[in-house]
């Protein structure tokens, strides 16, 4: 494994830690901000939609510059935004510090996506894919519950604050591990656009939005489902998102490997298992046992859509990839917004707190009927598979 890959994994992880830990800790910052869960929810959603906004956005102003010079100041952003919302007197200012700390989010794993892609043999892209969201599954089992774990102790405030450290090891694993790699010939903007004149591209990133949505819908109310419903105590919290962290861990190596192999199959297998067991997650939430279980196939089922789901944008977009990987990182933050903004209104609405689980399945549905339509529409014209006509761009070893 090209040590380039594990300092994006050491990146992916610091991001994965502040992505998620937030769910874990939303009583605590609600009650310290006198707001209600729905109105904590908004952290989620504000962050959400910094990634979605951001990862165009960001890409597009680094297409001048050589990657791994992006992926630093990304990590830098990125520590500003945690040091902010560690600090944050006010819930504004907090949501605040949560959207700088997002507008790396996108970018760097687009990017990042690209590079890892860059650094294998094309058999094994998605496997690299893989290594480098490996630290992003890796920090919902230690990053995540630690920081939950501090939060619940000695407050949330000291949780971003040390996600904001780990951020600093990400930017210095950077500036150490990966290589100088020049600017691709070439690069700019107007040829990274063109990758969405496909279609394909297209229905690649709307399946991107639903089936991750379907994941973040019940995951973003964890905490009170699990504590109200399931009846779990505070402190439990914790090791239930371990449980969902070992499950993104091994969906992701899963995805990773099959994608490489049986690219759509995978999705149809995966978008279809979560579809289900969001749904069944409305009734199994009643019991802790089976509630534990859900959770963790709720995690591997909706992880193992990420390899493959990025892959097949690299793969639609190839010779103009950068940009068309960081929106469609963007997408599955469009997709936890939806979620969690859908979450928030059934709750509110009286509906209870495993009402999520329903809007979870449905989009989880939707992503697969998308799927099976787009391989149809792939197999009446395969002569447009990859209808973007841009010369490709050099891999770099």
Not at 147 to 153: E, K, L, R, W
Not at 192 to 215: D, H, I, K, S
């Amino acid at each position: 494994m090209p040590l380039a890959l594990l300092a994006l994994a050491i990146g992916a992880f610091g991001i994965g830690t502040t992505e998620f830990v937030v769910m874990g800790l939303l009583p605590e910052i609600a009650d310290d901000y006198r707001v209600s869960i729905p109105s904590a929810g908004l952290l989620v959603t504000g962050y959400a939609i910094g990634v979605v906004i951001g990862a165009p956005l960001m890409t597009a102003l680094g297409t001048r510059i050589s990657r791994k010079t992006m992926l630093m100041i990304l990590m830098g952003l990125f520590v500003v935004g945690n040091l902010l919302s560690a600090v944050a007197p006010t819930m504004g200012v907090m949501l605040a510090g949560r959207i700088v700390a997002s507008l790396a989010h996108g970018a760097f794993f687009g990017i990042g996506s690209v590079v890892a892609a860059d650094l294998v043999a094309p058999d094994k892209k998605a496997g690299a894919i893989a290594t480098m969201f490996t630290g992003l599954t890796v920090a919902n089992i230690a990053g995540v519950p630690l920081g939950t774990f501090i939060g619940q102790a000695v407050g949330w405030r000291v949780t971003f604050a040390v996600v904001a450290a780990l951020g600093v090891v990400g930017l210095f694993g950077i500036a150490k591990l990966v290589p100088a790699l020049p600017r691709p010939e070439g690069a700019h903007l107007r040829r990274e656009l063109t990758a969405f004149r496909n279609p394909q591209v297209l229905l690649a990133m709307a399946m991107t939005v639903l089936g991750f949505g379907g994941v973040f819908a019940a995951i973003t109310y964890i905490a009170p489902m699990m504590t109200h419903v399931a009846g779990y105590s505070d402190g439990a919290v914790t090791w239930l998102l371990v449980l969902f962290g070992v499950g993104m861990f091994l969906g992701n190596l899963l995805g990773g490997r099959f994608a490489d192999r049986k690219l759509m199959p995978m999705l149809y297998a995966s978008l279809g298992g979560l579809a289900v067991v969001l749904a069944l997650f409305t009734l199994t939430a009643h019991n802790k046992i089976l509630a534990a279980v859900s959770i963790l196939l709720v995690g591997g089922l909706g992880f193992a859509t990420v390899p493959p789901l990025q892959k097949r944008v690299l793969d639609q977009a190839h010779g103009a990839p950068t940009l068309a990987s960081a929106v469609n990182i963007g997408a599955f933050n469009l997709g936890n917004a939806l979620a969690a903004w859908l979450g928030g209104q059934v709750i509110a609405a009286g509906l209870g707190y495993t009402a999520p689980n329903w809007v979870g399945a449905l989009l989880a549905g939707s992503a697969l009927l998308l799927a099976v339509w787009s391989a149809v529409l792939e197999h009446r014209a395969p002569v447009r598979e990859g209808a973007v006509t841009a010369a490709p761009v050099p891999a770099h070893h």
